[in-house]
């Protein structure tokens, strides 16, 4: 397979079999019944069972189990799509058993956080388009257009749009102005980071670049953002997008912001930036992103992407 070559699962249908399960941290199971009700409300056919609910101190299960289900998930012929149940922690314990396997067919997997290192995965390993979007207990819970829930049009957009492509309002704040086109990459920026020096690590070259985390001081990010540039990972990019990083407030008043943090790091690139866009962790209704297309950062205003292409096959 050429090295841009993306592979894309087939778009959800009315009545398509989505599989939650939990592949990192545990879950309440009154949000996952609430997600997944809306799930049903959107046509589709959720389907879980009782280790998705799974408790082993911070983990929904032991590494074993999770591998275990997730590996069940991607084999399951009738199954279209693997929504997440939700972040937290314990993704990287599944990794070098999933990077074994040739599941027979591509499905849409969805998730953010932790879920990064699945996106991963999934694009190093199978180059699979994948969506950085909702959970069904973060997100799908709270429903659509609702605080700390989802946005229904660019989640079903992303997952059952198969002709010519689409745009998506950033309701953001341009930073560096410009229009950059590449890939859509990135993720969580803790678990980006952490994924550096592994064969997982993030394809970051001509790439229009996810950033985004949660619950950090402004130092945090700075370090973390550091960190990718002295890896070589800001080299050669040609767009970034930023989410709210809600929680991420300076300790004191007078103390630099991130926004401030990321226009000085950042902005040195001299690349196309938007700002505060609603993906990931946010209050704000989530956008889901596409991972692994070709798309065009439009950096003015509240800022757009333009989707270039279909994110789902027939």
Aim: proline share 7%; glycine share 14%.
């Amino acid at each position: 397979m050429a090295a841009d070559e993306a592979t894309k699962p087939h778009a959800l249908a009315p009545a398509s079999a989505v599989r939650i399960l939990s592949p990192a941290g545990p879950v309440d199971e009154g949000k996952l019944r609430r997600g997944a009700a809306e799930l049903g409300r959107l046509g589709f056919q959720p389907r879980w069972n009782e280790a998705a609910l799974a408790r082993q101190g911070y983990f929904a299960g032991s590494a074993q189990d999770r591998t275990g289900e997730l590996t069940q998930a991607l084999e399951e012929r009738d199954t279209a799509a693997i929504i997440a149940a939700r972040g937290g922690y314990g993704g990287q314990y599944l990794l070098e058993d999933l990077d074994r396997l040739d599941p027979p067919r591509p499905k849409a997997l969805v998730g953010f956080s932790d879920v990064t290192v699945l996106h991963a995965l999934a694009w190093r390993r199978w180059r699979w388009v994948s969506f950085y979007g909702p959970m069904a207990a973060a997100g799908l819970d709270c429903g659509a257009g609702f605080a700390n829930g989802y946005d229904e049009s660019s989640f079903l957009l992303a997952l059952t749009r198969t002709s010519g492509g689409w745009n998506l309002p950033l309701q953001g704040e341009a930073l560096i102005e410009g229009e950059a086109e590449g890939r859509i990459a990135g993720g969580c920026l803790t678990l980006l980071g952490a994924l550096v020096g592994t064969r997982w690590e993030p394809e970051t070259l001509g790439a229009i670049l996810l950033i985004e985390d949660c619950n950090m001081r402004p130092y945090q990010v700075d370090r973390a953002l550091m960190h990718l540039k002295l890896a070589g990972k800001l080299a050669g990019v040609r767009g970034i997008l930023l989410g709210d990083f809600p929680g991420c407030e300076p300790p004191a008043d007078d103390g630099p912001t991130v926004r401030e943090v990321a226009s000085r790091v950042l902005g040195a690139l001299g690349v196309p930036i938007v700002w505060g866009v609603p993906v990931g962790h946010t209050q704000r209704p989530l956008l889901t992103l596409p991972l692994g297309v070709r798309a065009r950062l439009v950096a003015r205003g509240e800022g757009r992407l333009d989707i270039l292409e279909p994110t789902v096959a027939l």
